[in-house]
């Protein structure tokens, strides 16, 4: 088992050599959540998660797993999925059961959560380590180690019970620990190997500069936007020279939907001293080649359109209203309008005709 981590390990970590954001362990984890709305209503959520990717989701009413990818079923077998189902809808029933049944003893107050988190991580050249943790309205409560549950030291006399009352349930117990200490490292392993292909894609970043709101007079914020590169890691600062500008804000890497990620570094300087920065990407799809945007070349394309764009449509404005002017006081005129009539005329009671105009 460890030499096969060993050879996943070693295929499937990017980068790994080259930058400690590309560095292992690999981790799984399922997450439940349980919320307390009354006595009456409950509601669970559960999910699976590879590192920061999540592969399934679940179903609380029927207990089914949901699959997200492809390659999320490893290589376990259906009757295995079936078991673990099974084995996790009832869990998280009994879960709800527990907390609901002790809410006046542990001085819980509607509405509340309660979040256990469990999993296993893979560390190069090391065995795998499971852990399970359980949560109280977001503040640690109690964590599982071997087969028994021990209080966090912040949690009190609530958290004391809780872990007396968890300790009583042996079998359970036991169960967790093959779960996560063995059954865990083995669907990761299988997980690995199922998802390479995916896992070891190279998507090349796209990236632009644009400016932030002022941060007063005299001042820019220079922003660099970094998007659609995979993997997660990723190195984006801003330059003066060959040197890393030491006013750089690095955001934080957040996810696009179809899996790739997207990052903004800012800058706060004075207008005057832009010139001569510039900000580097680098990232493992560009194979070396940094991609660097120029602060120079990207302030023409506003200057354009202040002495280009602008100018034009100014005349645009301005030969409009001058056609609308003329057109408004122009006035046809007539030549060939018939001679008046003289009333003394035998005719004078009659119009003239086409021919004596």
């Avoid at 809410?103 to 509340?112: G, I, R, T």
């Avoid at 632009?208 to 600062?237: A, M, N, Q």
């Avoid at 010139?275 to 194979?287: T, Y």
Wanted: charged share 20%; with cysteine; aromatic share 14%.
């Amino acid at each position: 088992m460890l030499l096969l981590q060993l050879v996943l390990l070693t295929v499937l970590v990017p980068g790994g050599d080259s930058d400690d954001d590309f560095q292992e362990p690999i981790t799984f984890r399922i997450i439940l959540t349980s919320s307390f709305y009354n006595r009456a209503r409950t509601q669970n959520q559960g999910s699976a998660w590879l590192g920061q990717l999540q592969t399934h989701g679940w179903d609380s009413k029927t207990g089914a797993f949901i699959f997200l990818r492809p390659w999320s079923r490893g290589n376990f077998s259906n009757e295995k999925f079936m078991e673990l189902e099974k084995l996790f809808y009832s869990y998280s029933i009994r879960f709800l059961q527990v907390f609901q049944d002790h809410v006046s003893q542990w001085q819980l107050e509607y509405p509340f959560q309660v979040q256990l988190e469990g999993g296993c991580e893979l560390h190069l050249g090391e065995a795998s380590v499971g852990f399970v943790e359980i949560a109280y309205q977001g503040s640690d409560l109690m964590s599982f180690q071997n087969t028994s549950w021990w209080p966090s030291p912040k949690g009190g006399r609530r958290t004391e019970e809780v872990c007396t009352l968890f300790n009583r349930f042996y079998v359970i117990n036991e169960i967790i620990h093959t779960l996560f200490s063995d059954t865990c490292p083995q669907f990761l392993l299988g997980l690995l190997d199922a998802g390479k292909a995916y896992l070891k894609r190279q998507v090349r970043p796209e990236a632009w500069l644009s400016t932030g709101p002022s941060p007063g007079p005299g001042r820019l914020l220079l922003v660099c936007h970094v998007s659609g590169f995979y993997p997660k890691p990723v190195w984006v600062t801003w330059m003066r020279g060959e040197q890393e500008h030491q006013g750089t804000r690095r955001g934080e890497v957040l996810p696009h939907a179809d899996g790739t990620w997207y990052l903004q570094t800012s800058l706060d300087v004075e207008a005057r001293e832009a010139a001569g920065l510039s900000c580097r990407v680098r990232h493992s799809s560009l194979e070396g080649q940094d991609i660097v945007l120029y602060w120079e070349q990207h302030r023409p394309v506003g200057l354009v359109f202040l002495v280009v764009i602008v100018p034009l449509v100014l005349l645009a404005g301005l030969a409009f209203w001058l056609w609308k002017r003329w057109k408004s006081h122009w006035r046809p005129q007539c030549t060939g309008l018939p001679p008046e009539r003289d009333p003394s005329s035998p005719s004078s009671s009659t119009y003239l005709n086409p021919a004596q105009w």
